[in-house]
C-alpha cells in the first residue's frame, strides 16, 4: 500500500508558497509602495478550547494576478501578518504533523481584509466527518476532505488526508464566493493479518466520493448504501513466477478532475477483487503495476482509462491480459495524443497496453526510441517508465521518418520478453499540434488467468488495429501477421480475415510441444504509413 499525504495542496501555475518564519509579521507593500494594507491577526484554541500552537494558516489572495500562497505557525498560537487592501482565501488546520491523532481543518474561503482584523479560528466550530460502508469488516483506509476555488490567477484546491486512526472535523466559516466547491473522498478495505503491509491483498475495497458544489462541508455523516455502489471485479492476471501487482481506483468528478486512491498489493497472482465504488458523478481510473515479490523498481505499469458505472450493476476487467504490446488508447488529455509534431518539434511517448487496451509506458520494460528521417538519425533516447515524452526537433521540409522502440522485457513479466516496433510516415512543419499517423495492431488471444491458451493444432487470434486518435491516417491496405513457437529463430504465414471494422482473425498453427507462440506483423495504409511490430513470446500456449 502506498504511502499518502495528510494535507496536500495545488498551486497550479503561477503560485508559490511563502511560509513566514517564526517572529515574521509583515509582507512587502506593492513595489511603489503605494498600496494600502493592514494587520490581519489569527487566534487559534484546541477541541478543549485552549490555545494552541499546533497548527497551520494558509492564505491565498483571490483576485491577485500572481499571488503568493502564504503559511503561517506561530508557537504562541496567534500570527499576525500584514496583507494589501483584498479578498483571501484562509485555510486553517489545527492539529498537524504525521502523528496526530485528529486534524480540523477549517476554510474561510471570503476574507474581506478592508480593516485591520482580528480572528480566532476555534477548533471546536468543526463538525466530525463520518462515513461507514456495507461490509462490516472493512476498515477506512484513508478519507480526503478537498476543496477547489476559481481564482483570478488559475483554479486552487487544497485538502485534508486522514487515515484509519485520525479523526477529521471540518466547518465552512463564512459565506461562499463563486467557483468554490468541496470534495470527500473515502477509501475503505479488509485488514491483513498483524505483521504484514497493511490491507494487504484485500479481497474488496470501498471507494466513495461525493461533491458538495458551491460549499465546503461543516461535518459530514453518511451511510452509504449498496444501491449507490457499482461493482467492479478486476482479475489480474498471473506473470513471471513470484510476481506479485498493486492495484487501485481513483475518482474523478465535476467539483475536482483529479482525485485521491490507494494501491493494495496481491503477492500471489492472479488475483480477483471486488471493488464497490460511487455510480452517480464520478468516473473511475483502475490502474495496475506488476512487481516481483519485493515490490522492486521496473514495474510494468497498465492504467485504465477513465470509465463511468451504473449503480447496481456488475462489471469485469482485465489487467496484464497478452498480448502486451504497442496501443492508442484514449489520450489523457485530449489536446494532447501520445506522438504529436507542432511546428518543427515531435513529441513522442508511444504506449504499450494489454490485450483489453490498458496501457503506459515502457509496460514491458525499459528500452530505446529512435527517430530517423530519410535515412539519417536524428535522436536515440533511453524509453523508461516515468520519463518524460521524447522531444525531437526536425527539418521544416516534409520527409519520411521512422520512430523504432525496442523494449527488452521488465523481468517480472513472463509474456512479451521484448518487443520491437518500427513506425513510419511523411511529416513537415505544422502550424497546430497534429497527432503523427501512427498505426497499432493489438491481439488479444483467448488466454486464461495465467496468459496460457490451450489450443489444438490451430487456434483463433483475434486482432484489433487502431490508428492513434485523432491522427490522419489512411484506408488500411495490407495486414500480414507471422507466428513462431522457437522465440523467432523461424517463421510462419498466418492466415488473416477481416471480421468488423478494425477487426480480424488470424489462424495461428501450434506444434505439439510449443510452449509460447510468438507474433510477426506488419500493417500499411493508403497514404504510405506502416507499422512494424515483432513481439517475442507474445502468449503461452499449452495442450
Known amino acids: ?36 494594507t493592514f494587520e490581519l491577526t489569527i487566534k487559534h484554541l484546541d477541541r478543549s478550547g485552549a490555545v494552541t500552537g499546533n497548527y497551520l494558516d494558509t492564505l491565498l489572495d483571490r483576485y491577485a494576478a500572481s499571488p503568493d500562497l502564504v503559511q503561517l505557525n506561530e508557537p504562541d498560537g496567534t500570527s499576525r501578518v500584514r496583507l494589501p487592501k483584498g479578498s483571501y482565501l484562509l485555510e486553517t488546520t489545527i492539529g498537524v504533523g504525521k ?39 472493512a476498515r477506512r483506509v484513508f478519507t480526503s476532505v478537498d476543496y477547489t476555488l476559481t481564482t483570478t490567477a488559475q483554479p486552487y484546491s487544497s485538502n485534508v488526508i486522514g487515515d484509519g486512526d485520525t479523526k477529521l472535523y471540518t466547518a465552512q466559516l463564512g459565506p461562499s464566493p463563486a467557483g468554490f466547491s468541496g470534495r470527500i473522498n473515502s477509501e475503505w478495505a479488509k485488514p491483513s493479518a498483524a505483521g504484514t503491509t497493511p490491507f494487504q491483498a484485500t479481497p474488496y475495497i470501498y471507494s466513495v466520493v461525493q461533491d458538495r458544489p458551491g460549499s465546503f462541508f461543516t461535518g459530514f455523516d453518511k451511510a452509504v448504501r449498496p444501491t449507490e455502489l457499482a461493482t467492479v471485479r478486476p482479475t489480474l492476471v498471473a506473470q513471471g513466477k513470484g510476481t506479485g501487482a498493486s492495484y487501485g481506483v481513483m475518482p474523478a468528478t465535476p467539483v475536482l478532475e483529479g482525485g485521491h486512491g490507494m494501491t493494495y498489493w496481491y503477492p500471489n497472482l492472479p488475483a480477483t477483487p471486488t471493488v464497490h465504488v460511487t455510480a452517480v458523478g464520478a468516473t473511475w481510473s483502475a490502474s495496475t503495476a506488476f512487481r516481483d515479490a519485493e515490490q522492486a523498481e521496473a514495474p ?61 509506458a515502457a509496460a514491458t520494460g525499459p528500452g530505446t526510441l529512435s527517430v530517423t528521417r530519410d535515412g539519417s538519425s536524428l ?44 513506425w513510419a510516415f511523411r511529416s513537415a512543419r505544422t502550424t497546430k499540434r497534429v497527432a503523427l499517423p501512427l498505426w497499432a495492431v493489438r491481439f488479444a488471444p483467448p488466454v486464461d488467468d495465467h496468459n ?35 522465440d523467432g529463430k523461424t517463421w510462419q504465414d498466418a492466415p488473416v480475415t477481416a471480421s468488423a471494422a478494425g477487426k480480424y482473425t488470424a489462424v495461428v498453427s501450434v506444434p505439439v510441444d510449443a510452449s509460447s507462440v510468438s507474433l510477426r506483423t506488419r500493417a500499411a495504409d493508403s497514404l504510405g504509413n506502416t507499422v512494424d511490430e515483432t513481439i517475442t513470446r507474445a502468449y503461452k500456449v499449452t495442450r
Open 1 to 36: 500500500m502506498n504511502p499518502f499525504p495528510r494535507t496536500t495542496r495545488s498551486l497550479g501555475a503561477g503560485l508559490s508558497a511563502l511560509a513566514l518564519a517564526a517572529g515574521s509579521s509583515a509582507l512587502p507593500a506593492s513595489a511603489g509602495g503605494t498600496e494600502q
Open 99 to 137: 502523528d496526530a491523532p485528529e486534524h480540523n481543518f477549517l476554510v474561510t474561503p471570503k476574507l474581506e481584509l478592508t480593516a485591520d482584523l482580528t480572528l480566532t479560528i476555534d477548533a471546536r466550530q468543526a463538525q466530525p466527518v463520518r462515513i461507514s460502508v456495507p461490509e462490516p469488516s
Open 300 to 360: 510494468s505499469n497498465q492504467n485504465g482509462t477513465a470509465t463511468s458505472y451504473q449503480a447496481g450493476r456488475s462489471y469485469s476487467e482485465t489487467f496484464g491480459g497478452a498480448v502486451l504490446g504497442p496501443a492508442f488508447p484514449a489520450p489523457p488529455y485530449a489536446d494532447s495524443p501520445f506522438a504529436y509534431r507542432e511546428g518543427d518539434v515531435m513529441s513522442l511517448l508511444p504506449v504499450i497496453g494489454d490485450s483489453a487496451g490498458h496501457s503506459g
Open 379 to 422: 535522436a536515440e533516447v533511453a524509453y523508461e517508465p516515468g520519463n518524460p515524452p521524447a522531444l525531437v526537433t526536425v527539418p521544416a521540409a516534409s520527409g519520411r521518418y521512422r520512430v523504432d522502440l525496442a523494449t527488452n522485457g521488465t523481468g517480472v513479466l513472463g509474456t512479451s520478453t521484448a518487443v520491437r516496433t518500427s
Open 452 to 486: 496460457t491458451l490451450r489450443s489444438g493444432p490451430t487456434h483463433a487470434l483475434p486482432i484489433v488495429v487502431e490508428a492513434q486518435r485523432d491522427a490522419a491516417v489512411g484506408k488500411l491496405t495490407t495486414l500480414t501477421v507471422q507466428t513462431s513457437t522457437d
